[in-house]
């Protein structure tokens, strides 16, 4: 089975940005789609950006014009770009990956913390 795992999160001050990366163990043309989603502390894991296998990329609204998904195939790998982060930022960042018959992956998760 694929394997997805995450790295790239810390600790940054607000305004600051980091690159997010998920590498597969496979290749990712096995993906219909994948994804990046974040869970805050009490709070439920929320969508932050997926891509298709075709290159379609969708936002969550309250990312918008900060962060951008993209993939790299010839890598096996998704990038998460965040821009102007801020507190509200913080959460552990989770890659998803959805094969071809909808079955889903998920990485072990890492965390961002925006604080000054």
């Known amino acids: 089975q694929v394997q997805l795992v995450e790295s790239g999160g810390g600790l940054v001050q607000p305004g600051g940005s980091l690159r997010l990366s998920c590498a597969a163990s496979?290749?990712?043309?096995?993906?219909?789609?994948m994804g990046w989603y974040r869970q805050a502390p009490g709070k439920q894991r929320e969508l932050v950006a997926t891509i298709t296998h075709s290159g379609t990329t969708n936002y969550a609204n309250s990312v918008k014009g900060r962060i951008t998904i993209s993939k790299d195939n010839a890598k096996n790998t998704v990038y998460l770009q965040m821009n102007s982060l801020n507190p509200e930022d913080t959460a552990v960042y989770y890659c998803?990956?959805?094969?071809?018959?909808?079955?889903?992956?998920w990485g072990q998760g890492t965390q961002v913390t925006v604080s000054s």
């Open positions: 998803n990956a959805v094969q071809w018959d909808y079955k889903q992956l």
């Open positions: 496979g290749s990712i043309f096995s993906f219909r789609a």
